[in-house]
């Protein structure tokens, strides 16, 4: 059994770029949900995907857009970056419809925006 | 509004002491309330949810709806529990979750 794993682990990008980030779910897992981590606070809920399908949102701009693929794994797009998108962004997977309420955490991608 | 306070960044103590993190929330409706930690160097991990009732590591956590509080306790702290740790809630059925923003515990020998 394989973890949730995130890729790139740290990237610097500058203002107005774009950016994807990646994210392989835990095997057996349908849903993925993204985090944004900013410094000295805890993970903000950014949305979820559960069956390819967005399952929910949290308070960030539409810039801030998702995926999810058959296989279950999910990309997080950013446009227009801005300094304060600077941050660690977590995905977490679970197994969605189980009331479960479990995730299993990725290490996180690091972003920079100068 | 959903929120989720943890009133202290930092808490230090030494090893053998009690230790009680604190955590308050504000939600309308039957939460589910969960503390998470993140060791040094290690991702964040689920340590317990109310619903399981169960002590993980020696760490207990009780729901106080009247008090809307969910504190974790550890009669003796251990140098191994340093760790940062965040409190969470989600709606019934959903895992979707809203965090504190997190309480760093420091045990000294």
């Known amino acids: 059994e394989t973890g949730v794993t995130q890729s790139p682990t740290h990237l610097i990008k500058t203002r107005g770029q774009q950016v994807t980030l990646r994210c392989s779910s835990q095997s057996g897992h349908n849903t993925v949900s993204w985090y944004q981590q900013a410094l000295g606070q805890g993970p903000q809920f950014i949305f979820q995907?559960?069956?390819?399908?967005?399952?929910g949102r949290g308070n960030f701009p539409p810039r801030f857009s998702g995926l999810q693929f058959p296989n279950y794994s999910s990309e997080l797009n950013v446009n227009a970056l801005e300094l304060d998108d600077s941050a660690l962004y977590l995905c977490?997977?679970?197994?969605?419809?189980?009331?479960?309420?479990?995730?299993?955490f990725g290490a996180g991608s690091r972003l920079t925006v100068l | 509004a959903q929120r989720v306070t943890q009133p202290e960044k930092l808490l230090s103590v030494f090893k053998g002491a009690p230790v009680e993190l604190k955590c308050n929330y504000s939600y309308s409706g039957s939460p589910e309330l969960f503390w998470y930690v993140q060791y040094s160097r290690q991702r964040l991990q689920l340590l317990l949810r109310?619903?399981s009732r169960e002590s993980i590591k020696g760490f207990t956590a009780d729901l106080n709806k009247g008090e809307t509080s969910f504190h974790l306790k550890k009669p003796f702290a251990q140098e191994e529990d340093s760790a940062m740790y965040y409190c969470?809630?989600?709606?019934?059925?959903?895992?979707?979750?809203?965090f504190g923003t997190g309480t760093r515990l420091q045990v000294f020998p």
């Open positions: 109310h619903i």
């Open positions: 977490a997977s679970s197994l969605g419809g189980s009331g479960a309420n479990v995730l299993t």
């Open positions: 969470a809630l989600s709606g019934y059925n959903t895992d979707k979750l809203i």
């Open positions: 995907y559960y069956r390819e399908e967005e399952n």
